[in-house]
Structures are given as structure tokens and as C-alpha cells.
């Protein structure tokens, strides 16, 4: 069955650090991969999205590309702010398939 | 609505009573899906509606849990004989499916179950 696994936190970074969460996946077919983010007191929201092997997703300075030869949908920013701190959540689907979600990644960023 | 609702957004229950919680989707949207976010736990899928299709039921924890989507529109999500671990916040979320290769989904503010 599809299942997602991502680095377990909290991810403590000082600003202006660069930013890695891993996310790895196994599916059946070909699915879809997504960022999703949750900030402080509001609901999850889509960060980025890769819809093929190779496609790279980005939004707001973050960046995930689909490797299919590693299973691996990593999201990376080059240089974190204190507004980024939120948990972000890896997620897959396949057709006909509902959304899966890894556990989340708490993200604090200090000043 | 603009988005997709939820109610109550706080439930505080006793143990052994049934709850019921409800969802309004964005008009429109076929998919509807609920999930349990808990602490130390992430996002748990539950059940998923998609168009007249059966739903998908295979992220229901027990049968005490059962949701049903009248009219291809609202939702309610029982919950049955309470207990303490149910205690968590219910996400609903809603998409306009297509052909199945790409879908985003809009979250509800969800609403948070104490059972006590």
C-alpha cells in the first residue's frame, strides 16, 4: 500500500540556516507527491506539489524534486525565517487512492 | 461557504457517549475526506468520499467510528462509545477530484475532541 516516512523532529535552525526535511515514499503506480505546511493556529495548507518522476516543486524559496530512483520527494529552502516555523507534512496519492500523509516535521526557527 | 467548515470546533465529551461531528465542503468539490491529527501521531487518514463511489473506509481505527456524506455534500463523522484516546483534533478536507493525477486539497479549522 502507499505510505509516506519523514524525519521525525522537532528541527530546531537559527535564521538564515539551510533547511532539509526528508521524505520518502513507496506506492503503488504513479502518484503524486506534495508539501503540505501547517503554521501556528491555522489549517494545512499545499506548499508545492510534483505531479512526475523529475519535476520539481517550489513555493515561497522551498523546493522538493520527485526522484523516483530514490523514492524520495525532499523539501529543501536555502535559507530559513523565523515565519517558516510551522509543520510541514510530506503526502502522496495515486489515482483513485485518498491523500496520505507522513506524521509531520515540526520546524522552529530562531532568530 | 468560501472554505470548508467544521463544527463544533471544540467538543468536550464524557467518556462512553457518542459525538457527532460535522463538515461542510467547499461547493463543488466530489472529495471529501476526514482525518485525525494527534499528538505525536500526524495526520491519520480515516475515510474518504469520493462522487456516488463506495467510500474508503480502510483508515477507520474501530467500528465505533462511521461517517456518512448525504447528497454528496455534508458530512458527519459518529464517533460511538467515546474514549479517552479518541481525544484529538478532526480535519476535514474537501477537492475538486479530476482525473485523479493531481488534486489539492482545502482544509477545514478542524474541530477538537476532548473526551474526558
Known amino acids: 500500500g502507499n505510505s509516506v516516512t519523514q524525519m521525525e523532529g522537532p528541527v530546531t535552525l537559527s535564521e538564515e540556516a539551510f533547511l532539509t526535511i526528508n521524505c520518502t515514499y513507496t506506492?503503488?503506480?504513479?502518484?503524486?507527491l506534495f508539501w503540505y505546511v501547517q503554521y501556528p493556529g491555522e489549517g494545512l495548507q499545499l506548499l508545492l506539489k510534483?505531479?512526475?518522476?523529475?519535476d520539481k516543486g517550489s513555493n515561497k524559496g522551498f523546493e522538493a524534486t520527485y526522484r523516483k530512483e530514490t523514492t524520495s520527494f525532499h523539501l529543501e529552502k536555502g535559507s530559513v525565517q523565523v515565519s517558516d516555523s510551522a509543520v510541514y507534512f510530506c503526502?502522496?496519492?495515486?489515482?483513485?487512492?485518498?491523500?496520505?500523509f507522513g506524521k509531520g516535521t515540526s520546524l522552529l526557527v530562531t532568530p | 461557504g468560501a472554505g470548508v467548515s467544521q463544527s463544533p470546533s471544540n467538543k468536550v465529551t464524557e467518556k462512553g457517549k457518542d459525538v457527532e461531528l460535522r463538515c461542510d465542503p467547499i461547493?463543488?468539490?466530489?472529495?471529501l475526506y476526514w482525518y485525525r491529527q494527534s499528538l505525536g501521531q500526524g495526520l491519520e487518514f480515516l475515510i474518504y468520499?469520493?462522487?456516488?463511489?463506495?467510500?474508503?473506509k480502510s483508515g477507520l481505527p474501530s467500528d465505533r467510528f462511521s461517517a456518512e456524506r448525504t447528497g454528496g455534500s455534508v458530512s458527519t463523522l459518529t464517533i460511538q462509545r467515546t474514549q479517552q484516546e479518541d481525544s484529538a483534533v478532526y480535519l476535514c478536507a474537501s477537492s475538486l477530484r479530476t482525473t485523479g493525477i493531481f488534486e489539492k486539497l482545502f482544509f477545514g479549522s478542524g474541530t477538537q475532541l476532548s473526551v474526558l
Open positions: 461547493s463543488g468539490h466530489t472529495a
Open positions: 506506492a503503488t503506480g504513479y502518484p503524486s
Open positions: 468520499f469520493q462522487g456516488n463511489s463506495a467510500p474508503d
Open positions: 510534483a505531479t512526475k518522476a523529475d
Open positions: 503526502a502522496l496519492n495515486s489515482p483513485g487512492y485518498a491523500l496520505n
